[in-house]
């Protein structure tokens, strides 16, 4: 069975520094990772999708990259602000489950203004 | 276009009480999925839909848990009795059908407290 592992659980920093955030995976046979974000009380909101075989993509402030060799994928967050203080997710779909995802525990950001 | 809709999204019952939830997915995505999701935790799949077509139940707690799909569109998680124990966010999420590379998209998500 796919594990996903999200290092460090929370991470605080200060408004304008640039972050990672660090998503491992057991089994590097997957169609597709995703990124999201989840806010408190909220569901989660969709960030990037990176395709097997693709290295990264990014959107405004945020890159995600993916290294399915080594099962890891890190999200690269630019100039952070305390608006991107949140929950940070990952999510593998596998080749083996076809339509199954599998999460990780997530990244509590903080921002600090 | 709209997203994933959930209702209720706030729901108090006492233990033993059933409880229902109703999810609506993005048009045109035939793959619908119920998770529940525990404080700190992530989602953990209850069940998978292909059209009305339940594929993956393994998770679902069958003594008390039930979903259905009719028509292959909207889908209900019912809860019957509820326990302490059952106590998360179920989050509904859709993507599309046969695209293994397809985006998931999740809706709001429906807190339940059992008292």
Same mark, same amino acid.
């Given at each position: ?10 991470l605080s ?39 097997s ?12 990259s993916l290294?399915?060799s080594?099962?890891r ?19 593998v ?7 199954q ?10 921002v600090?203004? | =276009?709209?997203? *994933?809709?959930? &209702?209720?999204?706030? /729901?108090?019952i ?26 700190g935790?992530g ?8 059209n =009305?077509?339940? *594929?993956?139940? &393994?998770?679902?707690? /069958?003594?008390?848990f039930?979903a ?6 909207d889908?209900?998680l019912?809860?019957?009795?509820a ?19 397809? =985006? ?7 807190r339940?407290?059992?008292?």
């Amino acid at each position: 069975k796919q594990e996903v592992t999200q290092i460090p659980a929370a991470l605080s920093v200060p408004e304008g520094e640039n972050l990672v955030l660090n998503c491992s995976f057991t089994d590097s046979a997957i169609y597709n990772l995703q990124w999201f974000r989840q806010d408190p009380g909220k569901g989660l909101t969709s960030l990037l999708l990176i395709q097997s075989s693709q290295r990264e993509q990014t959107s405004g402030r945020l890159n995600a990259s993916l290294d399915k060799s080594s099962g890891r994928s890190t999200l690269y967050i630019a100039a952070s602000q305390p608006g991107d203080s949140a929950t940070y997710l990952c999510a593998v779909r596998p080749r083996d489950t076809g339509n199954q995802f599998y999460f990780g525990t997530g990244t509590s950001l903080t921002v600090i203004p | =276009e709209a997203g *994933v809709v959930q &209702s209720p999204r706030y /729901k108090i019952i006492e233990k033993k009480q059933p409880v229902a939830f109703w999810c609506n997915p993005i048009s045109g995505h035939n793959t619908l999925y119920w998770y529940r999701q525990n404080l700190g935790q992530g989602p953990e799949l209850l069940i998978r839909y292909e059209n =009305e077509e339940a *594929v993956d139940d &393994s998770q679902l707690p /069958k003594d008390r848990f039930s979903a259905e799909r009719l028509k292959g569109v909207d889908s209900t998680l019912k809860i019957q009795p509820a326990e302490l124990g059952d106590s998360a966010v179920y989050l509904c999420a859709s993507s599309l059908k046969g695209q293994f590379t397809g =985006e998931l998209f999740f809706g709001e998500g429906s807190r339940l407290t059992v008292l």
